[in-house]
């Protein structure tokens, strides 16, 4: 009796053992591990990847970070047209946008998205939506998602801000109230922008907010 | 494949605690079950109650079970296009102790639409709606989590995150992360 019950609980403990090894063998595997998952984005201070890539604007011209920086600073705002959080902060992204040029910051705002996904972020409708908002800025298509992955940049709208001197000040949300404009109590990327047109520091450097994951082209995706 | 035998040789080997455990989560399952069935019949509204980061961490940690907790949005294609997939994991994996944390992240007045997508998909577990400032709440969940939608952890019944994506997953990925977190849950036992 004795006997059966160690034959048994010992096989048990050894099918057991196998089990689960299997399933963590399965589970290292999958994508869906944080260790492969995780997308670490550009770290304050770090200067902007990919300076020379050439993206295509909506007026047709070829535009490189490089090219598009102020002698103030550069913004970069992934954005996109599809995403109704990007929507929802679009008219701010415009106005931010537009006011940086003024003070001397180089603006681009860059969809990553795989339009394959979404037709709305085909480039005419980049476009009309550039139009519709007035901007002044480039809006250009990243046609791999490199500079997306470059950045670390996962979802839209976030943005990025570099001083004059090249290194990542702010990185984050526009604000803290997408939905009101007029609740808004916390204007963290107009108030880095106003700080790096006037050589302050930016006093909230990284900042959250929910947002649409970027849909990266099928030949660049870090996610499914 | 690797599930069933998982969970098979649990049942075999599990401390008594443990079977007690996986008894009662057996029990509520099929209560569920039932009512999931009549759910889907009725088109009965699932709950949406308010909750913030901590409290769902302070859920995780405790004890009782392995949890997928899946941050989603009504507005969120990726988020509504994934969702038979998670639910059909979770469910299967509910006998193994598996905990389903649905955490909207719509706005308050949405969620009549909210209610209407959960009922569409069956859900009739209580679910949640994420509440106070974003950034807060997406920190306070975890660091790494950039906000963006869908965004799913895993956590073993200690609380240990043991897995972490944004974006949209299929039926393979949610089965692959809730293996490994319910592995980690029941570790094997030494043979004596």
């Known amino acids: 009796m004795n006997r059966n019950f160690f034959v ?3 096989l048990a403990a050894l099918l ?15 994508a869906g591990t944080a260790k492969e998952v995780v997308v670490k984005s550009l770290a304050i201070g770090s200067p902007a990847p990919m300076r020379g890539v050439k993206m295509k604007s909506v007026d ?3 535009v490189s970070l490089e090219k598009a920086a102020g002698k103030n600073g550069t913004l970069v705002v992934f954005t996109c047209n599809h995403c109704p959080w990007a929507k929802m902060w679009q008219t701010r992204v415009a106005a931010i946008g537009n006011a940086a040029l003024e003070s001397g910051i180089g603006v681009v705002a860059i969809n990553s998205n795989d339009p394959a996904d979404y037709p709305e972020d085909e ?9 519709l908002l007035g901007f002044k800025f480039p809006y250009v298509v990243d046609a791999t998602s490199s500079v997306a992955k470059a950045f670390g940049a996962t979802r839209t709208p976030e943005a990025f801000l570099f001083d004059a001197k090249g290194k990542l000040v702010y990185h984050g949300a526009v604000d803290d109230n997408a939905r009101e404009e007029a609740a808004v109590k916390e204007k963290w990327l107009n108030d880095a922008v106003q700080a790096v047109a006037t050589g302050k520091g930016v006093t909230v450097a990284e900042t959250k907010a929910l947002g649409c994951t970027i849909k990266y082209r099928e030949s660049n995706k870090k996610t499914s | 494949m690797c599930a069933g035998l998982a969970a098979a040789l649990l049942g075999c080997a599990g401390a008594p605690a443990e079977r007690e455990t996986a008894e009662a989560s057996a029990e509520a399952l099929d209560a569920s079950l039932a009512a999931d069935s009549a759910a889907a019949a009725s088109g009965y509204a699932p709950a949406v109650v308010p909750i913030a980061a901590e409290q769902i961490l302070q859920k995780v940690k405790d004890g009782r079970g392995a949890t997928l907790v899946n941050l989603w949005a009504t507005w969120c294609a990726p988020c509504r296009h994934e969702m038979p997939a998670l639910l059909t994991v979770a469910r299967a994996h509910r006998e193994d102790g598996l905990r389903l944390m649905l955490v909207s992240a719509d706005f308050d007045d949405q969620l009549p639409a909210v209610r209407r997508f959960l009922a569409s998909q069956a859900v009739n577990e209580t679910t949640y709606i994420k509440t106070g400032d974003d950034n807060a ?10 906000g963006a939608l869908p965004a799913t952890l895993v956590f073993d019944a200690s609380g240990r995150l043991t897995g972490f994506w944004e974006g949209a997953a299929d039926e393979n990925r949610f089965e692959h992360a809730v293996i490994a977190a319910i592995a980690e849950t029941h570790p094997p036992e030494e043979p004596r």
């Open chain 1, 8 to 10: 048994r609980s010992t």
């Open chain 1, 16 to 30: 057991l053992t196998v089990g689960v090894a299997l399933a963590k063998d399965q589970a290292a595997k999958s």
């Open chain 1, 60 to 62: 047709g011209t070829e």
């Open chain 1, 123 to 131: 480039y005419a409708p980049m476009q009309e939506r550039a139009k």
């Open chain 2, 137 to 146: 709440f997406i920190n306070g969940l975890h660091r790494d989590w950039s």
